[in-house]
Nanobody
Framework: HVQLVESGGDSVQAGESLRLSCVASGYTLPMNMGWFRQAPGKEREGVADINSHGSTRYGDSVKGRFTISKDNDKNTVYLQMNDLQPDDTAIYYC???????????????WGQGTQVTVS
């Protein structure tokens, strides 16, 4: 049984950086690990994911600013967010799954979310 717990959300100013962490209990190594976000009035959006080989994908709106990485020994996935903008304000969710696309339905296991606010 896998559980995911996010941390690192905060309130920051535009242009600043933040790093989110997601700690997994249970074996997730064969799975894609991803980050999604949802802002008021918007659908849940794929931010980034990383597969078991280390290959990554990014949503168009964050490409070049955000970086996903993982530490298998610590069972932790990270999202480094640079040059944050007000449009990045959302609840950020960690997720795990074996889906083929960076969309919510391709991921089966979800964390509780962590709030990121940019002003």
């Amino acid at each position: 049984h896998v559980q995911l717990v996010e941390s690192g959300g905060d309130s920051v100013q535009a242009g600043e950086s933040l790093r989110l962490s997601c700690v997994a209990s249970g074996y997730t190594l064969p799975m894609n690990m991803g980050w999604f976000r949802q802002a008021p009035g918007k659908e849940r959006e794929g931010v980034a994911d990383i597969n078991s080989h280390g290959s990554t994908r990014y949503g168009d709106s964050v490409k070049g600013r955000f970086t996903i990485s993982k530490d298998n020994d610590k069972n932790t996935v990270y999202l480094q967010m640079n040059d944050l903008q007000p449009d990045d304000t959302a609840i950020y969710y960690c997720a795990a799954g074996n889906g083929l696309r960076l969309i919510p339905t391709a991921f089966e296991i979800w964390g509780q979310g962590t709030q990121v606010t940019v002003s």
